[in-house]
């Protein structure tokens, strides 16, 4: 390769790998900013504030869910599956809000650790399949069988 | 390979092939996701915009990375026909970026409750809109094409830090985004029934982004080159 090329193909590379290296630095020390929620643990080890709004996000614990029968109240437990953590929340829930499926809910804790949220969204996963799968899959767990797709 | 005529001929024999081809697969793939492919166990219907959304973003990353290895040639060998390439491709992957925001937004209110939440995936996709955008507007301030071409190279370049980001965010922070469905290694977590449908439309997106860079390339040279001989020529035999 000519000098002059091969001294700008370093020029280049060395662009791309510095600017690289400096965001990569940054997102590093934002990292904590840059995670959208608090999961339940960090929130029952006091890492996330008191004082302000918080998100925790997680899975909503199975049988957890309470719902007034005259409100829009509704009380659950957000779990990472080492700490669980309470929430209330007065308002309509999203289509996909269930148990055991994730959710990210914003809003401050209260004196007895309790999130009140303002704002409840449904995490959805990355799994899609037909209604039939799901339910063949559901059938299989049930007879307590692997569940492997036919 | 760096000339305009040649290019141009060349350029117009594949665009012949080329522009059936993404009418048929957009049309086929489109078809197959939103009347073959069965609905979702939990979403119902409206997962379908997954056949618009995970393509437009898909070819969006990849089409950066055409733009910035452009760029690098452009600075490299200063080659002419690298900076045609680089702003041929700003305009498209920022539509396609725009597309893969919107409709996630569109999915995003039924599916998460909101349109719009500020977490690292869609924070770092709104970047590379940006950057798209800052492309396109960098080549236009400058009065000088060369140099307009040097300084969108280099803004490209240093771009391309946050392709890695926008894909890997998803794994490295705590996001509302799902991880990706499709895996390159083991099972993907979307059913075959779904995916193949979905794989087809990436395809379809794929040769719908060379057809446009191409057509927006030959506009260019059509443009660049509007004096030369060679170009009325052509014009006068088609």
């Known amino acids: 390769m000519h000098p002059l090329r091969k001294q700008r193909l370093i020029v280049v590379s060395l662009v791309v790998v510095l600017s690289s290296a400096a965001v990569g630095l940054v997102a590093f020390a934002l990292r904590d900013n840059i995670n959208l929620f608090y999961p339940p643990a960090d929130v029952v080890a006091g890492k996330a504030p008191v004082d302000r709004n918080i998100r925790l996000g997680g899975m909503v614990v199975e049988g957890s869910i309470e719902r007034s029968s005259t409100e829009l109240d509704t009380t659950f437990w957000v779990t990472d599956y080492e700490a669980s953590v309470a929430v209330r929340y007065s308002g309509i829930l999203p289509d996909l809000f269930a148990e055991g499926e994730g959710v990210v809910a914003e809003g401050m804790l209260d004196d007895n650790g309790v999130l009140i949220a303002t704002q409840v969204l449904a995490k959805h996963d990355e799994n899609y399949m037909p209604p039939e799968v799901a339910a063949a899959l559901e059938g299989k767990a049930a007879l307590g069988e692997a569940a492997v797709l036919p | ?238």
């Open chain 2, 1 to 238: 390979m760096g000339s305009p005529p040649w290019f141009f001929r060349f350029s117009g024999a594949v665009v012949r092939w080329l522009l059936p081809l993404t009418i048929g697969l957009l049309l086929l793939g489109a078809a197959w996701g939103l009347l073959v492919a069965p609905p979702d166990f939990r979403q119902g219907n409206s997962y379908r915009i997954i056949y618009v959304h995970v393509p437009a973003a898909v070819v969006a990353l990849a089409g950066y990375y055409v733009m910035a290895f452009a760029g690098a040639v452009s600075l490299i060998w200063r080659i002419k026909m690298a900076d045609v390439t680089m702003r041929a491709v700003a305009p498209v992957g920022a539509v396609l970026t725009a597309v893969a925001l919107v409709t996630g937004a569109i999915w995003g209110k039924p599916t998460w409750g909101t349109w719009w939440v500020w977490d690292a995936r869609i924070t770092s996709m709104l970047i590379l809109l940006f950057l798209y955008l800052g492309v396109i507007a960098l080549f236009e301030a400058y009065e000088n094409k060369t140099a307009a071409a040097r300084a969108c190279a280099v803004l490209s370049l240093v771009g391309t830090v946050n392709i890695p980001i926008i894909y890997k965010s998803v794994d490295w922070w705590y996001a509302l985004h799902q991880p990706a469905s499709i895996k390159f290694t083991g099972e993907s977590a979307i059913d075959s029934s779904m995916l193949h449908p979905l794989l087809l439309m990436i395809g379809a997106f794929y040769c719908l982004f060379a057809l446009t860079v191409l057509l927006n390339m030959r506009a260019e040279l059509v443009w660049n080159h509007r004096e030369a001989s060679w170009l009325k020529q052509m014009v006068r035999n088609v």
